[in-house]
């Protein structure tokens, strides 16, 4: 038996690619055209030339999850191309790790740091990236609210106590949570409004996001389980979001196992050994969550959705795109003072309870944010103010 040719052309196929055969040129390729119609489609790249405006500077947050190691890998391929017209790169790109340990995770592979990692990937993969950032999480406490609405509030906001560094501040914060779902979803939160931050003062025009379809079904159904579903279009979607930069995901139509071939077997030399945050193993598996700490709802929801993705590809796609058509209740509503997203309208109606329901209308806080800190041990000192 010869093996099958490629659907896209006369070369045999080595690979299966949404349910077609394909060859390895034509898998890259359409992962490659998937991420550059993308990028097109968000008319931000300008035309250069004398008299037209700046190149925009895009951030491109990098976990070193496969995901965001391919998204950097095709984007630094795209301006390599680019530099070889006379017109020059059309954008340019700061790369940010936000260096998580004091979650308690590993910090991959090896025993190399965050910095030393990103110290490899700099010069001999990536030269075209024009910044690389390495800042821990807890440093969101560095970065002071931009807007206050009152200059009392703006001197008490950043959360800290004197003389306390913001590691302990950080640690403080994360013990006085309830449990690990909240734990994990608020440091969520201060993730990304870190990398808006960090965005922001460098004049950048958005973020590229490294979600791919699977990563945006699964968000779409763990913000519903954790109260924050009337946020969606702002999680999800192509938009501004409310801390003041766009959010952008290159990799909306591809699903996560497209991903790991590219990386494994198409991309020359191959990604795989720089995603250091990757492994074969399921992190979450059911037998972990039961043998030792309680699963988060995200952890829960990247499991169903790696699984589903395997066989059931289309309905993933369709969590996404019906999400995606999500309308912003009330764009002007005011701002969880947690989560900077615009209120969902006041948590009345979804009680936890009558008395938490008057607090936390009063404090300003999303119901999924309400939920969170819900059993606080401490009063909770956040580090950011209103968006
Ligand atoms: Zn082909
Ligand atoms: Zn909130």
Not at 51 to 59: H, K, L, R, S, V
Not at 62 to 78: E, K, N, P, R, Y
Not at 106 to 132: A, I
Not at 245 to 273: C, G, H, N, Q
Request: proline fraction near 6%; charged fraction near 25%; include cysteine.
């Amino acid at each position: 038996m010869t093996a099958p040719k490629c659907t896209r052309c006369p070369e045999p196929a080595t690979h299966t690619l949404r349910s077609q055969p394909h060859c390895a040129a034509c898998f890259s390729s359409f992962i490659r055209t998937k991420i550059v119609k993308r990028l097109e489609s968000f008319r931000l790249i300008r035309r250069t030339g004398r008299g037209t405006e700046p190149i925009p500077t895009f951030i491109v947050p990098l976990s070193f999850g496969v995901a965001s190691i391919t998204l950097l890998d095709l984007l630094c391929w795209q301006m390599r191309k680019q530099m070889s017209y006379v017109t020059g790169p059309r954008y340019n790109i700061v790369v940010v790790h936000v260096d998580e340990r004091i979650l308690g995770g590993e910090s991959g592979e090896g025993h190399l740091s965050p910095t030393q990692q990103v110290e490899s990937l700099k010069s001999e993969r990536f030269p075209e990236v024009q910044e690389w950032v390495v800042v821990n999480l807890e440093d969101i406490y560095d970065y002071r609210p931009r807007i206050s609405s009152s200059t009392e509030e703006a001197h008490d906001i950043d959360g800290k106590e004197e003389g306390q560094s913001n590691k302990e501040a950080f640690e403080k914060l994360m013990q006085s949570l309830p449990s690990p779902t909240s734990r994990m979803d608020l440091a969520g939160v201060l993730r990304t409004r870190l990398v808006a931050e960090i965005g922001i003062k460098r004049r950048c025009e958005g973020v590229l996001w490294a979600d791919t379809t699977t990563k945006l079904a699964q968000k779409a159904f763990a913000e519903t389980a954790k109260g924050r579903g009337f946020a969606l279009p702002w999680m999800i979607s192509d938009v501004m979001s409310p801390y003041g930069i766009k959010f952008l995901y290159p990799l909306r139509e591809l699903f996560m196992k497209e991903l790991v071939t590219y990386a494994k077997e198409l991309a020359d030399p191959p990604l795989i050994s720089l995603c250091w945050a990757y492994s074969e193993e399921p992190k979450h598996s059911a037998a972990k969550a039961t043998s030792g700490r309680n699963i988060t709802v995200d952890e829960l929801m990247t499991q169903y959705f790696e699984q589903m993705e395997e066989q059931y590809p289309s309905i993933v796609s369709n969590v996404v795109r019906t999400a995606n058509r999500l309308k912003v209740e009330d764009p002007n509503a005011e701002h969880c003072v947690i989560c900077g997203l615009p209120g969902d309208g006041g948590a009345s109606g979804l009680t936890l309870g009558a008395q938490e329901e008057t607090e936390g209308i009063s404090d300003g806080m999303c119901y999924g944010c309400l939920r969170s800190t819900h059993g606080a041990t401490d009063k909770i000192d956040w580090p950011l103010g209103r968006t």
